[in-house]
């Protein structure tokens, strides 16, 4: 029981890399925070992580929204006591070349991707100080380390996201508070199964990770196994290239 009654708050938890990490959270002993946009897909995984014998709550919440994020914080600690992992997973991809993207997608896609993170962070990270620390893994991608084409916004999002996990978590290491990220390779979700980006990707070679093996890093970086782990990233890659 790695995470035995923390409480840890999933970020786009209704399906895929985030469910996964949410059932593995919990089986784990945490008390898992699931947020998302749709609460039927959240219900069927509390549902699904107490019929295993965990714990559960579901708050909606679109995390583009300042308001709406920092209430949703109050709440979970007012009715939870702490926020004690944090898991920045909610994101989107729409694959189309650069020169045919409209702006207006593109801004959509870095608002989603890392604008929703830095709100979350900046919601949860005093809470996570005035408790005297905490654990925060933000969910990359192996498009961060090198740009995939036909998903520049995609790719320079989650680029961003690996630098600002290193510049927050040089300035709350002090406070007892870690962050990491994770970039995986191609992960089987319904999300890639979709990607028009897939057969490129596979064609390449390398491996098809399984969301149930992103949770088992995110449970790394979260529990006292990478207690000196901070300001990193862990590159989940079956191979260096493509």
Same mark, same amino acid.
């Given at each position: 029981?790695?995470?035995?009654?923390? $409480?840890?708050? &999933?970020? +786009?938890?209704?399906?895929?890399?985030?469910?996964? &990490?949410?059932?593995?959270?919990?089986?784990? +002993?945490?008390?898992?925070?699931?947020?998302?946009? %749709?609460?039927?897909?959240?219900?069927?995984? /509390?549902?699904?992580?107490?019929?295993?014998?965990?714990?559960?709550?579901?708050?909606?919440?679109?995390?583009?929204?300042?308001?709406?994020?920092?209430?949703? !914080?109050?709440?979970?600690?007012?009715?939870? +006591?702490?926020?004690?992992?944090?898991?920045?997973?909610?994101?989107?991809? /729409?694959?189309?070349?650069?020169?045919?993207?409209? &702006?207006?997608?593109?801004?959509? &896609?870095?608002?989603? %991707?890392?604008?929703? $993170?830095?709100? $979350?962070?900046?919601?949860?990270?005093?809470?996570?100080? /005035?408790?005297?620390?905490? *654990?925060?893994?933000?969910?990359?991608?192996?498009?961060?380390?090198?740009?995939?084409?036909? *998903?520049?916004?995609?790719?320079?999002?989650?680029?961003?996201? $690996? =630098?600002?996990?290193?510049? !927050?978590?040089?300035? !709350?290491?002090?406070?007892?508070? #870690?962050?990491?990220?994770? =970039?995986?390779?191609?992960?089987?979700?319904?999300?890639? #199964?979709? *990607?028009? #980006?897939?057969?490129?990707?596979?064609?390449?070679?390398?491996?098809?990770?399984?969301?149930?093996?992103?949770?088992?890093?995110?449970?790394?970086?979260? *529990?006292?196994?990478?207690? =000196?782990?901070?300001?990193?990233?862990?590159?989940?890659?079956?191979?260096?290239?493509?």
């Amino acid at each position: 029981m790695l995470l035995e009654n923390k $409480v840890a708050l &999933i970020t +786009g938890a209704g399906r895929g890399i985030g469910k996964a &990490i949410a059932l593995k959270m919990a089986a784990e +002993g945490a008390v898992a925070v699931l947020t998302g946009r %749709n609460m039927d897909s959240l219900m069927e995984v /509390k549902q699904e992580i107490e019929e295993a014998g965990g714990r559960a709550v579901c708050y909606t919440c679109d995390v583009r929204d300042r308001e709406k994020v920092f209430a949703l !914080v109050d709440t979970i600690v007012e009715e939870q +006591g702490s926020i004690d992992i944090l898991v920045n997973n909610a994101g989107i991809s /729409k694959e189309m070349p650069f020169m045919e993207m409209p &702006i207006e997608v593109f801004d959509e &896609i870095l608002e989603m %991707n890392l604008r929703s $993170v830095m709100l $979350v962070l900046k919601a949860v990270l005093p809470q996570m100080e /005035k408790q005297g620390g905490g *654990s925060v893994v933000n969910i990359g991608s192996g498009a961060a380390l090198r740009g995939l084409p036909g *998903s520049a916004a995609y790719a320079a999002s989650k680029a961003a996201v $690996v =630098c600002l996990t290193q510049a !927050v978590g040089d300035e !709350v290491r002090s406070k007892g508070i #870690r962050i990491n990220a994770i =970039c995986p390779g191609p992960v089987d979700t319904e999300l890639f #199964r979709k *990607s028009e #980006r897939r057969d490129f990707i596979l064609a390449a070679g390398g491996d098809l990770f399984q969301p149930e093996e992103v949770a088992n890093a995110a449970i790394f970086l979260a *529990s006292d196994l990478s207690g =000196c782990t901070n300001s990193q990233t862990l590159v989940m890659r079956g191979f260096n290239r493509w």
